[in-house]
T-cell receptor, first 116, second 113 residues
Framework: DSGVTQTPKHLITATGQRVTLRCSPR?????VYWYQQSLDQGLQFLIQ???????AKGNILERFSAQQFPDLHSELNLSSLELGDSALYFC???????????????FGEGSWLTVV | AQSVTQPDIHITVSEGASLELRCNYS??????LFWYVQSPGQGLQLLLK??????LVQGIKGFEAEFKRSQSSFNLRKPSVHWSDAAEYFC???????????FGSGTRLQVQP
């Protein structure tokens, strides 16, 4: 158990709909990351937040957005869903943005999203 | 831009045999390197990491990896594979500027009895 908690574990929804994935980082971790894992794209970095502020952006679509709340949990919002958005979405967390062990990133078990 | 290459998509070894999974990276600065394992239907579990210092790092479950700067490699090894090691293994490099991990495409390990 990495200490990173994600809900829901599985989600099935229809095209055009909107879903929210939730993540609680490990206790004490200020940085939260979102990754997408799909068969054709592999593991792709989406976005990172640190202590409530967006710090880095990867291959995140405009239909997707995220935020980190004052209690440090984070949500990833996916809207106008398409079949190609079906994937495993990981949340990860780390202590800081610094060097050394602060850069160790721990992953949750993921949220499986199926768009039908 | 940084990149990670795992040349072997799929490897099959016999239980009890030794294992080496290859990883090559491309990164301009001193790399922070990781190996993660993903069992079927599971999340990503950190096996080991390299930040600096000793180039041979020990991880969980009896795994180790050796950082070779001259070869831009960070190969994962285990002296004796167990059936429970069957999983997909991912090598990753941390872009400290972008604060993001770049992953390789993964190597699927199958263990034969």
């Amino acid at each position: 158990d990495s200490g990173v908690t994600q809900t829901p574990k599985h989600l099935i929804t229809a095209t055009g709909q909107r879903v929210t994935l939730r993540c609680s980082p490990r206790s004490g971790d200020l940085s939260v990351y979102w990754y997408q894992q799909s068969l054709d794209q592999g593991l792709q970095f989406l976005i990172q937040y640190y202590n409530g502020e967006e710090r880095a952006k990867g291959n995140i679509l405009e239909r997707f957005s995220a935020q980190q709340f004052p209690d440090l949990h984070s949500e990833l919002n996916l809207s106008s869903l398409e079949l190609g958005d079906s994937a495993l979405y990981f949340c990860a967390s780390s202590v800081s943005l610094g060097t050394g062990n602060g850069n160790t990133i721990y992953f949750g078990e993921g949220s499986w999203l199926t768009v039908v | 831009a940084q990149s990670v290459t795992q040349p072997d998509i799929h490897i099959t070894v016999s239980e009890g045999a030794s294992l080496e999974l290859r990883c090559n990276y491309s990164y301009g600065a001193t790399p922070y390197l990781f190996w993660y394992v993903q069992s079927p239907g599971q999340g990503l579990q950190l096996l080991l990491k390299y930040f600096s210092g000793d180039t041979l790092v020990q991880g969980i479950k009896g795994f180790e990896a050796e950082f070779k700067r001259s070869q831009s490699s960070f190969n994962l090894r285990k002296p004796s594979v167990h059936w429970s090691d069957a999983a997909e293994y991912f090598c990753a490099v941390l872009d400290t500027g972008r604060r993001a991990l770049t992953f390789g495409s993964g190597t699927r390990l199958q263990v034969q009895p």
